[in-house]
């Protein structure tokens, strides 16, 4: 965990592949509790320490988490991400070229609970759910292409669903289609940067992730 922002009232941190957000039942540490244990550290903070989750990635995934440290920011917070006031890209790493140097994927995806997994389909099907990202192709590595996304709505899976839709899953993700895993056992899909309005400064903040996609 490395802390890329704080201020009173808000902390970005990169998270690992490795880290879950918030406690699931593997009972491995999340990450909102390594967060709540370095502010009472750096802040001799006494008691227990406020943390609000306004929003989380998946465990595989790499990049740019925001808390919120008062509930004046959660509140205002859930909302800016709830109305997409809340701007966020991210960047991909796949094996195969896409079809278009760049390009929006619109989608429906259906979530399947017990496999926790999500599948494409090109047109509306039942409990079916509009995804829609943009996409564009950033650099062509040795092997792979590195791509930049631009999130329009957030679904369960949604990046590593569409891109295996297209016929490019991301390196590393063995659920949507990569041929092998990486060795840190996370997927080439990395949150890479955030901007939005401050909740109580209203000055522009605005966060890119330092850590390299593999």
């Known amino acids: 965990m490395e802390v890329r922002y704080e201020d009173n009232h808000v902390i970005i ?23 709540k244990q370095y ?11 406020f943390l609000g989750v306004v929003h989380r990635l998946d465990r595989p995934v790499s990049g740019l988490v925001v808390f919120a440290r ?3 920011a959660l509140a205002r917070l859930n909302r ?3 109305e997409g006031q809340v701007h966020k890209t991210y960047r991909a790493m796949v094996k195969n070229q896409p079809p278009k140097e760049e390009d929006e994927l619109v989608n429906w995806l259906v979530r399947n609970e017990k496999q926790n997994k999500s599948y ?13 990202l943009h996409y564009r ?21 949604q990046i590593r669903c569409q891109l295996a839709k297209m016929g490019c899953p991301i390196k590393g993700d063995l659920k949507y289609g990569a041929k092998r895993s990486n060795p840190d056992g996370g997927i080439s899909l990395q949150a890479y940067s955030i901007d939005f309005v401050h909740p109580v400064s209203k000055k522009d903040i605005f966060v890119t992730a330092e850590g390299k996609l593999y």
Do not use: W
């Open 70 to 72: 008062t509930s004046k």
């Open 80 to 82: 800016m991400f709830q």
């Open 39 to 49: 502010i009472k550290e750096a802040y001799a903070k006494p008691g227990e320490v």
């Open 120 to 132: 494409a389909y090109d047109h509306e099907v039942p409990n079916s759910k509009k995804a829609i």
């Open 13 to 35: 941190v990169e998270k690992s592949c490795s880290e879950i957000v918030q406690g699931d039942k593997t009972g491995d540490t999340p990450l909102s509790e390594m967060v």
């Open 137 to 157: 192709v950033l650099e062509k590595l040795d092997n792979y292409y590195l791509l930049e996304i631009d999130l329009k709505t957030g679904r369960h899976h």
